[in-house]
């Protein structure tokens, strides 16, 4: 009976003890979370809300964000809510990045991504998708910097360009469209090669994907019945780049220096809007929250529209040669990233086009590996405006040829097999 009753006080000690060990903080009571979430500032608690369930009905029922918000206002000299939480949120949360990008310290992470060059990147809601010569593609998480999926090209066709939402992956092969299904599942169309004439670049918007081809035109493909439902005359030359607008508008811009405005709802072309120097327009970007459009040239020029006056606002010499690739964050209007043929990544003014900030590496990548699977990780340095470029190796700022814009972050790919991320504080 002793040892009986000792096996069963032993086996509650036990059970007690590991029901301790496992607590965690999904396991805090209502009024603990509220007392820790209290000592965070508006920003973080922001970000709180959003990490689960439970924390947002601890935030959103104490309260807690418009008690910090109506202290933050008050200590602002504002008597009154002049602006709706969501949209102060937000505000603060775009200058947050801007100064970040302008001025923040860097740490720049570097890993292996494929087996050769890899030159096209996309970055959506903490995913990052990647592709160049291998002819595969790869979905990372930027946490961890783990491979979460891999898609393979049919009869190793070359990947020309690509693009990704939450469910799938549409992907261009020069003369067909391809679509990856996330449960791994691939269809291909149009199914003969030379149905329509080669595509140069491509853009993703659903349900529909537009080519931009060699011939001029834009071809706008529906991804469920999986036909080109039309064709757009966009240039006399071919289109280098494209982007989509939310309101149905497609942008482009030609080897001929010109960039086309066309709508999908009337099929008709809106307005052209001409560079000052005629040369080959390589990147393009539009920004719907202050409706300007963005391009970049061969000769290093940026270029800046306004779509509702169709008025050029300002162009100015970003880079002394090629800029492959342009990108902002989604709801930012204040800052561009810039990256082109020399290696340095550019920060500029959206309004003015003026450049805020010139960075490289601050050194040479070492080859070591950490746990997580990050092949190097050092830091950013800020150039003054007085150091030249060439003084910088060339071995440590490979040519960009595409960036992707997140939260205080850049990832650039250099044709080479690595990757790089770049964290802004």
């Not at 009024?31 to 369930?53: E, Y």
């Not at 570097?110 to 030159?119: L, M």
Request: glycine share 8%; hydrophobic share 35%; charged share 25%.
């Amino acid at each position: 009976m002793e040892s009986s009753s000792a096996g069963n006080k032993k086996m509650h000690l036990h059970t007690h003890g590991s029901s301790r060990a496992r607590t965690t903080g999904a396991r805090l009571d209502h009024n603990v979370l509220c007392i820790i979430f209290s000592f965070l500032d508006l920003f973080d608690l922001a970000h709180c809300s959003v990490v689960c369930k439970s924390w947002h009905v601890v935030i959103n029922r104490s309260k807690l964000l418009q008690v910090f918000y109506l202290k933050q206002q008050q200590l602002d000299g504002s008597t009154s809510l002049e602006k709706p939480l969501n949209v102060y949120l937000e505000e603060l949360a775009m200058e947050r990045h801007r100064l970040a990008l302008a001025r923040g310290s860097v740490v720049v992470n570097q890993w292996r991504g494929h087996s050769v060059g890899v030159n096209r990147c996309r970055m959506k809601r903490g995913l990052l998708i990647t592709g160049g010569g291998d002819k595969v593609m790869r979905l990372w998480s930027l946490e961890n910097y783990k491979c979460l999926e891999e898609y393979s090209t049919p009869d190793s066709t070359s990947l020309v360009d690509f693009d990704f939402d939450e469910s799938k992956i549409v992907g261009l092969l020069g003369t067909r469209i391809c679509i990856w299904r996330r449960d791994g599942a691939r269809s291909v169309f149009p199914p003969r090669d030379g149905t329509f004439s080669k595509g140069l670049c491509m853009r993703y918007l659903d349900p529909e994907a537009v080519v931009g081809c060699e011939d001029g035109t834009a071809r706008v493909f529906d991804m469920y019945s999986r036909k080109c439902s039309r064709i757009l005359r966009m240039h006399s030359g071919p289109v280098t780049c494209l982007c989509m607008s939310d309101d149905q508008l497609i942008l482009s811009g030609s080897s001929l220096g010109s960039v086309s405005i066309s709508s999908l709802s009337s099929d008709q072309q809106v307005s052209k809007l001409r560079t000052r120097d005629s040369t080959d327009i390589r990147a393009l970007c539009f920004n719907p929250c202050s409706h300007l459009v963005f391009a970049g040239s061969t000769s290093g020029n940026m270029s800046c529209w306004d779509v509702r006056t169709m008025r050029i606002l300002w162009e100015k010499r970003a880079s002394p040669n090629v800029l492959y690739s342009l990108q902002h964050l989604r709801n930012d209007s204040s800052t561009l990233v810039v990256g082109g043929i020399d290696g340095i990544l550019r920060v500029l003014n959206q309004n003015t086009g003026e450049i805020v900030s010139r960075i490289a590496l601050a050194g040479n990548i070492s080859s070591s590996r950490d746990k997580d699977g990050v092949v190097a990780r050092t830091r950013g340095a800020r150039l003054a405006e007085d150091v030249h470029i060439d003084s910088i190796p060339k071995i440590i700022r490979p040519p960009i040829f595409c960036l992707a814009v997140g939260m205080k972050k850049v990832v650039t790919t250099h044709n080479t097999k690595f990757i790089r991320l770049w964290k802004f504080s």
